[in-house]
């Protein structure tokens, strides 16, 4: 009776001691993960402080206010889809007669993209510094600067950023500018609010060095008292509507008729309205940048 009574017992005893192995093992491993999450939420605070801080260089990369004198001035717009933007642009004064314009967007989003905005900000700083603004004034020479400059560098052969540059003269109202390869026309603005696509056919700054060695043409437009130059990137024509249907070139060529008697800071805040309101509630997928040049008349 005692073996049978034993043998009947067995079972449970093994059983009872495989769930304390169980609470044991579930115990330590609800410790690991809480020692696991405990690290990952550091690690996580520190991804978001460094983006903070690339967020806070970058920002600072983009002009705090745009130049201007009696003859020109300028209006930008910018909503980035995301903390860290790919878009950059950057408006500044070569000389008492001269202005340099540039719109850019890069590959991807987040740091890896902040960074090379950043990047392309630094090169044209260097340029005009170390030639004393001279470097700086044909726009060709600026991109195939960047060209060599980007292949130079230590970027993944997916990277590129794509730009426009352009330089406007107060004197003469000519306006010279190449394309690195922006997927965007620059319009030209009349005061009927008539726009004019202008050329915009360039290579894009890529991994390309060893292959391809582009020639960046200079293209020149008069522009006359009363025009308005615009320049942006594809976010704003691409942004989606709840529908999944493109804010697209008809509708952005429609809000300059309706807003494009009022200045360029009237322009450019009005498009962005306009943008967000077609969106609605959602945001962005990608980042909206645009510039407005305002060539004044005399009086």
């Known amino acids: 009776y005692a073996f049978y009574i034993e043998s009947i017992k067995q079972p449970y005893v093994e059983l009872s001691k495989a769930k304390e192995?169980?609470?044991?093992?579930?115990?330590?491993?609800?410790?690991?993960?809480?020692?696991?999450?405990?690290?990952?939420?550091?690690?996580?605070?520190?991804?978001?402080?460094d983006q903070e801080i690339a967020r806070g260089i970058q920002l600072s990369m983009l002009p705090t206010g745009l130049p201007e004198n009696e003859y020109v001035n300028f209006s930008a717009g910018y909503v980035p889809a995301e903390k860290l933007s790919g878009d950059f642009y950057n408006v500044f004064k070569i000389d008492e007669t001269r202005f340099g314009i540039c719109v850019g967007d890069v590959s991807g989003h987040g740091v890896s993209a902040a960074m090379l905005s950043i990047f392309t900000f630094q090169k044209m700083?260097?340029?005009?510094?170390?030639?004393?603004?001279?470097?700086?004034?044909?726009?060709?020479?600026?991109?195939?600067?960047?060209?060599?400059?980007?292949?130079?560098?230590?970027?993944?052969?997916?990277?590129?950023?794509?730009?426009?540059?352009?330089?406007?003269?107060?004197?003469?109202?000519?306006?010279?500018?190449?394309?690195?390869?922006?997927?965007?026309?620059?319009?030209?603005?009349?005061?009927?609010?008539s726009v004019q696509e202008l050329e915009n056919d360039g290579y894009a700054i890529c991994k390309l060095g060893d292959l391809l060695k582009p020639k960046f043409v200079n293209r020149q437009v008069l522009l006359f008292p009363g025009d308005k130059l615009l320049l942006y990137t594809d976010g704003l024509i691409e942004a989606r509507n709840?529908?999944?249907?493109?804010?697209?070139?008809?509708?952005?060529?429609?809000?300059?008729?309706?807003?494009?008697?009022?200045?360029?800071?009237?322009?450019?805040?009005?498009?962005?309205?306009?943008?967000?309101?077609?969106?609605?509630?959602?945001?962005?997928?990608?980042d909206i940048t645009l510039i407005a040049m305002d060539v004044l008349p005399p009086f």
């Not at 044991?24 to 605070?45: A, F, H, P, S």
């Not at 560098?153 to 306006?175: C, E, P, R, S």
């Open 242 to 286: 709840s529908e999944n249907s493109e804010y697209s070139i008809k509708r952005l060529k429609s809000a300059i008729l309706k807003y494009n008697k009022w200045g360029a800071d009237h322009l450019t805040e009005a498009i962005i309205n306009d943008v967000k309101e077609f969106v609605g509630g959602k945001k962005p997928a990608d």
């Open 125 to 193: 700083q260097s340029l005009m510094e170390e030639t004393a603004g001279q470097g700086i004034s044909i726009p060709s020479i600026v991109l195939t600067h960047l060209y060599e400059s980007f292949n130079s560098a230590n970027f993944n052969d997916d990277m590129y950023i794509v730009m426009i540059y352009g330089v406007f003269n107060t004197q003469t109202g000519i306006l010279s500018y190449a394309s690195g390869g922006l997927n965007t026309a620059p319009l030209r603005i009349r005061p009927d609010g």
């Open 21 to 49: 192995d169980l609470d044991g093992y579930l115990l330590e491993m609800d410790k690991l993960v809480d020692r696991r999450t405990i690290e990952l939420r550091g690690m996580n605070e520190k991804l978001m402080a």
